[in-house]
Nanobody
Framework: QVQLVETGGGLVQAGGSLRLSCAAS????????MGWFRQAQGKEREFVAA????????GYAHSVKGRFTISRDNAKNTVYLQMNSLKPEDTAVYYC???????????????????WGQGTQVTVSS
């Protein structure tokens, strides 16, 4: 089992940047693919980005492609989400998640992930 803790959320103006971090417990971090999801008030949780175990493959939602970058440091048991050119519609609680199953393709559905963090609020003002 792995425990995940997100940090780095906050209030930022439109056009600004934030970097989220997700620290994982345990010694097997490199065996998990990792994803970021977000949930705006009154909406369903949606996929944002994901990265494979070794970091060689990434995937992004269309709405964030070109603005957000996911990366990981397996030596530090941490996955990051660099968010640039933020928009008010990016406002949400952001969650990181871990997928323990080996897959051919990166999972983009919430059901593809086994462990979740508690979330960190990102608010983008216009």
């Amino acid at each position: 089992q792995v425990q995940l803790v997100e940090t780095g959320g906050g209030l930022v103006q439109a056009g600004g940047s934030l970097r989220l971090s997700c620290a994982a417990s345990g010694r097997t971090f490199s065996s998990y693919a990792m994803g970021w999801f977000r949930q705006a008030q009154g909406k369903e949780r949606e996929f944002v980005a994901a990265i494979s175990r070794a970091g060689g493959s990434t995937g992004y939602a269309h709405s964030v492609k070109g603005r957000f970058t996911i990366s990981r440091d397996n030596a530090k048991n941490t996955v990051y989400l660099q968010m640039n050119s933020l928009k008010p519609e990016d406002t949400a609680v952001y969650y990181c998640a871990a997928d323990r199953w080996p897959r051919v393709a990166i999972a983009v559905a919430t059901t593809g992930y086994d462990y979740w963090g508690q979330g960190t609020q990102v608010t983008v003002s216009s």
